[in-house]
């Protein structure tokens, strides 16, 4: 599944986006797992957002085939 990156996520993921195989059927908390395992740098963040078809996801929503992911860093500024 191809999962679109924005900030920081992008640094860490190496380009605007990065390919999970095996998340479809599975909770946004496993992607969550998963993304820290194949990408230590998502590891680092203080937490993360989740987004699925353009709405914030919870950690027990599932992913399905189709779905659009995006990950969200924290953002700061002012």
Known sequence: MRILCFGIAREIAGGP???????????????RMALMREFPGFADLTDFAVARNEVYATDEEIIAAGDEVVIIPPVSGG
Request: glycine share 20%; no cysteine.
């Open 17 to 31: 986006g990065l390919q999970l195989d095996g998340i479809v059927g599975k909770s946004v908390r496993e992607l």
